[in-house]
């Protein structure tokens, strides 16, 4: 069974940056893109940034040039650099893998940005 532990949430200041971890059981992880969610209150959870096991990238248009994500496969491990956050990117953070495993869904970990 796939295990997903999100962690390094917070509050910070505008401007702020943090780095959530995401700590992977399970197999899915060797084998499929992995991905950082997020969903904000009253809106849809939305994929913000994504990693295939080959390194490639993607980021959706509003975190682009802020955030980064990264894996360590030894860790099992996946993180999102957040740089330069935004009020706007208040929301709970949740790893999965791309396109997500609807059983796979952990607590998520809450980031709220402060004005």
């Known amino acids: 069974q796939v295990q997903l532990v999100e962690s390094g949430g917070g509050l910070v200041q505008a401007g702020g940056s943090l780095r959530l971890s995401c700590a992977v059981s399970g197999t899915i992880f060797s084998i499929n893109a992995m991905g950082w969610y997020r969903q904000a209150p009253g809106k849809q959870r939305e994929l913000v940034a994504s990693m295939r096991i080959g390194g490639d990238t993607k980021y959706a248009d509003s975190v682009k040039g802020r955030f980064a994500i990264s894996r360590d496969n030894a860790k099992n491990t996946v993180y999102l650099r957040m740089n330069d956050l935004k009020p706007e990117d208040t929301a709970v953070y949740y790893c999965?893998?791309?396109?997500?495993?609807?059983?796979?869904w952990g607590q998520g970990t809450q980031v709220t940005v402060s004005s």
């Open positions: 999965n893998s791309v396109p997500y495993d609807y059983a796979s």
